[in-house]
């Protein structure tokens, strides 16, 4: 129960274990369309970009920037967490020319603030900004932040690892231009594979550039000969077959749960946590409105040994929950109720752990 | 029975699908240590940096050039196939400078091209080529090329995607600095994973760098804070647990078996695929000297038709053979006898789907 990777079912480590067949087998290719197909549901969006890249998370992450940004580019950045710092990166390895909004950790994005600095900056043609924070627990309004950047003409980038499967997300309908997750998330897939979509005004930019893209591995125009339409696949790199059982296993458990009912079983189990932890006297680290309910950031109580307790509750009750990231490590639980992990029983199991150790 | 991903065992499959914990575990750290020490043995080397990069091969690639190329930096790069090409690709878009050492598609390098092109560039401060050509099924003369590099004063980047596990290969003592590998061949571990290994010299010149390496996912320098020697673990990205059981198991059944046992296997079976397959009138491509046991490339006769040839092997006989790649589509099959599945079952079971179909 920390912020992944998530419990994975016994359905899609059923999955994994199946045996491994070619990247280029007749039966994968077709695996594969079902794939793109289950992550445009999840995603809602009809790009027909929209793919896994065969690497964690941060790969994701890395295929955005790299593909969009190019040298000398301005780009907004929000910042409220560990990874908008790392967009910040990403950004200047690039050699685009990185913008900060800063946000305190724990609170959203400020609106306003991104308004101001694409107001001050008329040449940057992108936003980025994480949906979910995962270091914080903390969501911003992505459907405001993609509206001002369309009104400034910039494309948006959007972090959803800690999003895809948890809570609301619209992709086509907010206008975001490239967006992606991870699988380990809300997903409850083995971890190391990133979905990630991309819309025609970012395939158009990609398309246009007249630089290569710096990452061989990750550059679109080459993945997509092999996931894109075309009847022919051509060889990119050979995917990871057994990660894509487990990916498209998960995502069938999505589609016939269905979204929203995802969304309110994610809803209902984090309401029932808060009001546990609150009989236990802890306090949620972020305001009610901005709460993620698959990741529920815990202020740790003054006098108490943040690292003991973690190793107790590992130690005695096989309980693992996160540590706080960055500036909050040491002040910050981060507990995860994601994917086949959003539970009644976890939630309980989670509140009686807590108090045996912490002794309430 | 292609190029890969080969055959993965049942041990390996149940591996894979054991419950994902995190990657900061007590328990997942053990299984890392252990990892390492493994591909240490696998690769013939103390380097403390070898590790699994948590992607395919294309990235172990990836890894090894963005690291060690700086922008300017000459690299003279030797094609005999396709992965030479990609790895003139790489030097070009990390802004480095390629100098080509041009091979037929079917030989091996040519170390007296090689030592010209390292005299003609004295700038040259590395020598890059593939040890094991999946894309034609020859070997290279890795020793020599190393030893040119060393007089020359420059490092080695070695390409052992297919070597690893299948035929010899010593690290430490022919001096190759950046060496990477696949799991997906001829260590029958699942795809998705590329391990690495990299000399000291090699970890010199990525610390001494004055530019950021332009991944941040493949950054050493950040990848060597979780997989570092220190006692404390700083998160990078999330490990992809499961793939990592897989891999710890696969690279525990080549040290149950041995090195030298598994390439003596290797090529008893080779030598059986080549005699059945003269049996049948079908003659290699690859002189005898430079064959990859593991990696059969078998000269398509006149009047046959290819795709129409393998369509067959895969619906009737459920056997995968590979195509051709590049300039050699259409002229050559590879037929795979890596790790798990270079077996005498597998050759018999080749040689009469093959019989059966060409109608020998």
């Known amino acids: 129960m920390g912020p992944g990777p998530s419990d994975v079912s016994p359905r899609v480590l059923g999955a994994l274990g199946r045996p491994t067949i ?21 995603f809602k969006t009809s790009n027909p970009l929209t793919i896994p890249i065969s690497a964690p998370g941060s790969a994701g992450m890395e295929a955005a920037f790299v593909n969009l940004v190019r040298p000398g580019d301005t780009v907004i950045v929000c910042q409220n967490g560990v990874f908008g710092g790392r967009m910040k990166e990403n950004v200047e390895r690039c050699g685009g020319v990185p913008v900060m909004v800063q946000d305190r950790w724990g609170d959203p994005v400020d609106p306003g603030k991104v308004e101001t600095a694409l107001k001050q900056h ?9 949906h979910s924070e995962t ?17 400034h003409g910039a494309l948006v ?8 499967g948890g809570i609301d997300l619209r992709v086509d309908e907010w206008g975001a231009d490239a967006v992606y997750s991870g699988s380990q998330k809300c997903l409850s897939c083995v971890p190391g ?19 290569k893209v710096q990452s061989w591995f990750l550059d679109m125009q080459l993945v997509m000969g092999y996931w894109g339409g075309d009847a022919k696949r051509a ?30 079983r994610h809803k209902k189990n984090h309401d029932a946590l808060v009001s546990g932890l609150d009989g236990l006297g802890l306090s949620m680290a972020v305001s009610e409105e901005w709460r993620l ?35 909050l490590a040491g002040k910050q639980w981060r507990i995860g109720l994601m994917g086949h992990a959003s539970s009644p029983v976890n939630v309980e199991r989670c509140l009686t752990a807590l108090a045996a150790v912490l002794g309430r």
Do not use: W
């Not at 290719?29 to 992550?39: A, G, Q, W």
């Not at 980038?157 to 895809?164: C, H, K, P």
């Not at 529920?296 to 990231?325: H, Q, T």
């Open 22 to 42: 070619g990247h280029l087998d007749p039966l994968f290719i077709d695996l594969m369309d079902d794939v793109k197909r289950l992550l445009q549901f999840a």
């Open 193 to 211: 594979i990133a979905p990630i979509t991309f819309s025609s005004d970012a395939v158009e930019r990609i398309k246009a550039r007249d630089t």
């Open 122 to 130: 008329p040449e940057a043609s992108i936003l980025a900004f994480v």
């Open 293 to 327: 309910p698959q990741l529920n950031a815990v202020s740790i109580p003054d006098g108490v040994d943040d690292a003991a307790v973690r190793a107790r509750l590992l130690k005695d009750f096989n309980l693992e929950i996160g540590a706080g990231l960055g500036e």
């Open 157 to 164: 980038i959007m972090d959803t690892v800690t999003t895809l």
């Open 235 to 264: 060889y990119h790199h050979t995917a990871p077959v057994n990660a894509m059982y487990a990916l498209h296993e998960a995502l069938l458990i999505l589609e016939e749960e269905g979204l929203e009912q995802s969304f309110a």
């Open 135 to 151: 270091s914080t627990g903390v969501r911003s309004d992505a459907e405001t932040l993609c509206k001002l950047a369309k009104n």
